[in-house]
């Protein structure tokens, strides 16, 4: 068994208010991995389908609003 000899680096840290945190405390970040599922969701209905639905929400009265005409 090996060591090493690992120094301990102080960590200094300032209080700064952050402009991007809303009111709530968070960055709002996590809409940026869910951007592509409406577009993923809209595409399965296609191929599933053959109709394609530009609109968002996709709902069954739109895909079979666009097969009956």
Same mark, same amino acid.
């Given at each position: 068994?090996?060591?090493?000899?690992?120094?301990?680096?102080?960590? =200094?840290?300032?209080?700064?208010?952050?402009?991007?945190?809303?009111? *709530?405390? /968070?960055?709002?970040?996590?809409?940026? %991995?869910?951007?592509?599922?409406?577009?993923?969701?809209?595409? =399965?209905?296609?191929?599933?389908?053959?109709?394609?639905?530009?609109? *968002?929400? /996709?709902?069954?009265?739109?895909?079979? %609003?666009?097969?009956?005409?």
């Amino acid at each position: 068994m090996t060591r090493c000899r690992v120094t301990v680096n102080p960590v =200094a840290s300032r209080r700064q208010p952050d402009p991007y945190i809303n009111s *709530l405390g /968070v960055r709002g970040i996590g809409e940026i %991995g869910i951007t592509g599922v409406p577009a993923a969701i809209a595409n =399965a209905v296609y191929h599933a389908t053959g109709v394609r639905v530009r609109d *968002l929400p /996709v709902t069954l009265d739109k895909v079979m %609003g666009v097969r009956q005409a």
